[in-house]
């Protein structure tokens, strides 16, 4: 397991910058599954907090593969951090909850959509 570093967010379980960057810039991930508050066909994939959403399209970045992590709650709803364009997603992990229309807007705009049960 490698840890970026950086200033940890106790509530959310994340670090964020400072050093966080200087450590993503130096690693490759073959795939990276990227949590979100919002995924939305015209406004990407987003987040709350700004400092969480620079990581996470670092992260981005550094990967070959991603897929994006967002519960039904989630879809349709746009936040402040944009951390990536739908299309620079391989596919959506979703849960049951999601709604019928809003998975079929997002395989409209071609995200492969993987929903559990």
Do not use: W, Y
Not at 11 to 33: I, M
């Amino acid at each position: 397991m490698i840890v970026t570093g950086g200033s940890l967010r106790p509530l959310q379980h994340s670090l964020v910058e400072p050093l966080a960057a200087t450590v993503l810039s130096q690693v490759h991930a073959d795939l990276a599954f990227i949590g979100c508050n919002g995924v939305d066909v015209t406004g990407g994939v987003t987040n709350i907090n700004l400092p969480e959403a620079g990581i996470k399209t670092l992260m981005l970045q550094a990967a070959t593969r991603a897929i994006v992590v967002a519960d039904g709650s989630k879809l349709g709803r746009v936040h402040l951090g944009r951390i990536g364009a739908l299309d620079a997603f391989d596919s959506l992990l979703t849960d049951a909850a999601a709604h019928p229309d809003a998975l079929a807007r997002l395989r409209e705009a071609g995200l492969t959509v993987l929903q559990g049960e």
